[in-house]
């Protein structure tokens, strides 16, 4: 599998994304946001995690339209698959890719800790190796990640099951307290509505190692290799 | 704009922080009255910040060498080899003036400033520390204060992209208006890949990078070499704003250049940027430095000389370049989106020139500038050596499970949770251990070495006696290193003190550094890079001596560390080390019997070392996985945060009746580890332990949901973990003072 990882001024995980995508077997390229294509062959495109622009306007809504998400919305409209973490997913809001949008977290600070996280399906390319309502323990780092979107949108997106993680405690339970940053339905991730983009916000990326703190984040990464092996099969 | 030529008055020497025997000695070095902008160049170059006149006598008795330290005091930061081709780069730096103004700026550049110095070496960050001291909870700005300094640290190094892993953080009505903002950045550098400041070539050009010059943080330097008082305030536009935007692009943009192989020299604008940083770059390589200002990228209008000179904008770098190489390295800067100016070259007259449209502003000798600079024998008294209190002239107020709830949800003791949650400490997926603990460890790259970090320091040690208080701050750096596995290899001091003009303030700081290098001696801990902040008073009342270490170390296995939190039940606790009961200057004798008395606890280095030594050992050899140092509040807090971290509860034995209980709990003895160890290897251990001569008592087992403190019913560790989280955040909430 060969990955894209977008970088943007301001990008600042794309080496711990790069990190886990080559741990589950895949091969990843970085690849400027002044470009106006992606290389020849790529399968999965990554908006890395960051503060692209230093967020100094909307969080990704610079990024959002750079020279190279043409590229990256071309891809995605062929059915090519887009994964945006953090900032990614944020980028992912501004340029149209998914629905929502992220609001200054709920308690108005930046938040970095252990988070829960339910897997709401199974059947997708980015979580085939997890089982449906499993916990996984990752993380999350954002000022900014209280997804919002309209009655309707929201309405759409659990009818279709495009809800793609939630947070939660370490029962699988949506409560308050587990959705620090006060998301609408404790959404931390949605796909779109062909299940080929997906944003999130927390960071598998970060737990895929024992030593430091955990190994719950590579399935998501092993589940996408597996996907395009599969394709290719 | 000002005039070049505006007569040099003896108001205006003052309004520079120069005293008149100082400007006498300007005119004298240069031979006639100084121009305007040559004024503020001196004064900037000759404030204490700068010029360490104060502190520079006492400093030069620091040990600052061993064989594995590439570069001590004077580079940007200290440089210490840790094998495998590679080497740390660290240092830490305050920012107390201007976060006390205007807190999340003033906390921001402080963390760009200490960033910007380590990877101004060619190393990239790969983790940052703080130490934080604000006023009592209770004065009407501490709140404010916090959230502004602790947004800001976060704010910067989320941004910037690196973990911030651990810290220090306090309230002490000393600091009510002056409060401490040190932060600390680590590196990583491959060892024949390191850069210098020094200037090499004549005619070679030197280039201006980064962000565009304004006019903020002018006499930014001279602000921190001068007491507050209560119009300080008014000198809000003196503070930087910083843009760890910019910063990112400056990082990778220079570390992209230095592998280029374009760079001769390079240097930060930092305090008194554009002067300080050129007069470095010549000074350091015998060479003479002229600038045309006309090409410095400006962000305002009709800047002066004056202004350019001695403007800290921040996110700016100076380099020395190849001058074959000038183009390749404008590219890099222009990809990147950051400005890149020729504006000057280096000269073989040892002359700091500066021109602005066409006439010269400043002609001044660049080597005196800073060799010259004033250096004071400040008269200093040392602090009278206050009385040992004996354990038995204290008696308990009250029950020691009430003692231990209410040290645990202290303010100086509390959990800090609220405030390291707003720092990304997992970017980069190599922290190994997270804050709350004793050193942070974090992995080097891929493995399979670490190092462990920490800040520390006890300032009301240093109050009651600075030469202990300085060992003991010291030593505690060594111990938290060692208690998480690490062997100690150096540190980078942050020297906070008064007004050095008072002969009692002058007196602590000689007496701590007295201290410090005894303590750096004798563990072999030398000093590679530090930072003195001094005039921290207001109103003519000065903060506790506060001489912030920060201490690297060394983990050769990083999966072979050691970490507070119990692990299993049935495990023996092992205390390690001798225990007096010592209570004078504790915390259990300041916030349970309301008094703050006595001498601090002595520091025995050569127990420091053996103890020490031989917990590393059992950590290293993979005996041992669960070790905490015993500091604030003895071996009761020290248990009661490795079950709080656990989750497991722990029995207290019936101890020996040779002191009184609460001495034996809350007595904060030096050169102590508290060490869980699976039943079955305590008896070889506590064998080894007599045969080394180290003092090793069992004190317990672990197990259960509950502390049994002896002699008294248990506390659940559920209620120790609410007391302990729910203060800070319910005095941030405004719930609690």
Redesign the interface.
Same mark, same amino acid.
């Not at chain 2, 843009?243 to 910019?246: G, L, M, R, S, V």
């Given at each position: 599998m060969k990955a894209a990882i977008i970088v943007f001024p301001g990008s600042n995980r794309e080496g711990d994304v790069a990190k886990a995508l080559v741990q589950a077997g895949a091969k990843a390229v970085k690849v400027w946001h002044a470009d106006s294509e992606l290389p020849p062959g790529t399968d999965l495109v990554v908006l890395p995690g960051g503060f692209s622009y230093g967020d100094y306007l909307r969080c990704g809504a610079i990024a959002g339209r750079a020279n190279i998400m043409d590229a990256v919305r071309a891809h995605a409209a062929r059915g090519g698959l887009v994964l945006g973490i953090c900032n990614g997913f944020q980028i992912l809001c501004e340029s149209g890719l998914l629905p929502g949008i992220l609001m200054r977290n709920a308690n108005l600070r930046f938040i970095c800790h252990r988070q829960f996280l339910r897997v709401e399906r199974s059947d997708t390319a980015f979580t085939s190796e997890y089982r449906k309502g499993k916990v996984i323990d990752v993380c999350v780092a954002h000022g900014e990640g209280n997804y919002t979107a309209d009655y309707e949108t929201l309405k759409r997106l659990e009818g279709e099951g495009l809800v793609a993680f939630r947070y939660c405690n370490a029962q699988g339970t949506v409560t308050d307290d587990s959705n620090r940053n006060g998301s609408m339905n404790a959404i931390a991730g949605i796909y779109s509505d062909k299940l080929n983009v997906l944003g999130m916000m927390p960071h598998p990326e970060n737990l895929i190692d024992g030593l430091t703190g955990g190994t719950d984040g590579r399935g998501l990464f092993r589940s996408l290799v597996q996907s395009i092996a599969a394709q290719a099969a | 704009m000002i005039r070049n030529d505006t007569p040099i008055t003896p108001e205006l020497v003052k309004e520079h922080g120069l005293k008149p025997d100082e400007y006498e000695r300007l005119c004298a070095l240069i031979g006639r009255e100084p121009t305007l902008t040559e004024l503020g160049i001196v004064s900037a170059m000759w404030n204490e910040h700068c010029s360490y006149k104060s502190s520079r006598l006492h400093l030069k008795n620091l040990p600052t060498e061993a064989p594995w330290v590439i570069q001590g005091p004077g580079e940007n930061a200290g440089i210490i080899d840790i094998g495998d081709g590679l080497a740390c780069a660290f240092k830490m730096e305050s920012h107390n003036h201007p976060s006390f103004i205007e807190p999340y700026q003033g906390a921001t550049t402080g963390v760009g400033g200490i960033l910007r110095d380590v990877f101004t070496m060619g190393a990239r960050p790969i983790a940052a520390l703080n130490a934080l001291r604000f006023g009592e909870p209770a004065h009407p700005k501490t709140r404010h204060l916090v959230a502004g300094v602790v947004?800001g640290v /976060? +704010?910067y190094g @989320?941004?910037? +992209?690196v973990p911030t892993v651990g810290g220090q953080f306090g309230f002490h009505p000393r600091y009510n208006g002056n409060i401490l903002v040190n932060a600390m950045a680590v590196g990583l550098v491959k060892k024949d890949e390191i850069f210098y400041a020094a200037a090499a070539g004549v005619g070679n050009p030197i280039v201006y990078l980064g962000s565009k010059t304004g006019r903020d943080g002018i006499h930014g330097a001279t602000m921190a070499s001068a007491e507050f008082d209560d119009k300080s305030e008014e000198k809000r536009p003196t503070v930087q704003v910083g843009?760890?935007?910019?910063e990112?692009?400056l990082l990778e943009a220079c570390l992209e250049l230095m592998q280029s192989d374009s760079v001769i020299a390079i240097q930060d604008m930092g305090a008194a940027g554009l002067t300080c940083s050129a007069v470095e770059m010549g000074a350091k390589g015998n060479l003479g430095v002229e600038l045309d200002l006309d090409k410095v990228p400006c962000r305002e209008e009709g800047m002066s000389a004056y202004e350019m000179m001695l403007s800290e904008s921040q996110e700016r770098m100076l380099m020395v370049l190849k001058p074959e190489k000038e183009k390749e390295a404008e590219a890099i800067f222009r990809k990147?989106?950051l400005d890149f100016a020729v504006i000057g070259f280096t000269t073989d007259t040892l002359r700091f020139v500066v021109k602005h449209k066409g006439a010269v502003m400043a002609d001044l000798p660049i080597k005196e500038l800073g060799d010259e600079a004033p250096l004071y024998d400040r008269p200093h008294v040392p602090t009278p050596k206050k009385p040992q209190i004996s354990p038995e002239s204290v008696i308990a107020p009250i029950p020691n499970r009430e003692a231990l709830l209410k040290l645990v949800a202290s303010p100086d003791q509390c959990s800090k949770r609220w405030v390291?949650?707003?720092?990304?400490?997992?970017?980069? /997926? @190599? *922290? &190994?251990q997270s804050p709350g603990g004793d050193a942070a460890v974090v992995?080097i790259q891929e /493995?399979p070495k670490g190092l462990a970090l920490t800040s520390d320091v006890t300032p009301r040690y240093c109050e009651a006696d600075p030469v202990e208080g300085g060992k003991q701050a010291v030593a505690e750096a060594w111990r938290n290193i060692t208690a998480s596995g690490g062997t100690p290899l150096a540190i980078t001091d942050n020297l906070n003190f008064g007004n050095p003009e008072r002969s009692e303030a002058m007196g602590q700081l000689v007496g701590c550094l007295e201290g410090i290098g005894e303590a750096c001696r004798a563990l072999s801990f030398p000093v590679v890079s530090g930072n003195v902040s001094l005039y921290n008073e207001t109103n003519g009342e000065g903060i506790l001596p506060t001489p912030t270490i920060g201490g690297v170390g060394l983990l050769e296995d &990083? *999966?072979r560390n050691a970490s507070v939190a119990f692990k299993r039940g049935q495990d023996i606790v092992l205390l390690i080390g001798e225990t007096t009961g010592w209570l004078g200057q504790s915390i259990y004798l300041s916030e349970i019997c309301g008094r703050v008395e006595g001498a601090p606890p002595s520091v025995d280095l050569a127990g420091e070392k053996r103890n020490g030594d031989f917990v590393r050992e059992l950590i290293r050899s993979g005996e041992v996985d669960t070790v905490h140092d015993c500091s604030d509040g003895g071996v009761a807090l020290a248990v009661a945060e490795m079950a709080m971290a656990g989750n497991i509860g722990m029995v207290f034995s019936t101890p020996p009746e040779t002191l009184p209980l609460h001495a034996l709990l809350f007595g904060e003895d030096q050169a102590r580890y508290v060490v869980s160890v699976p039943a079955e290897t305590a008896p070889s251990i506590l064998e080894r332990a007599k045969r080394a001569g180290v003092p090793a008592f069992r004190i317990g087992a672990t197990g259960g949901g509950a502390l049994h403190l002896p002699k008294e019913p248990p506390i659940s560790v559920a209620e120790l973990k609410q007391a302990h989280e729910d203060w800070l955040p319910s005095y941030m909430a405004g719930q609690s003072s």
């Open positions: - | 947004a /976060g +704010g @989320n941004s910037f +992209g843009d760890p935007f910019a990112k692009l990147w989106g390291w949650e707003q720092y990304d400490h997992l970017i980069l /997926g @190599n *922290t &190994v992995r /493995g &990083v *999966t």
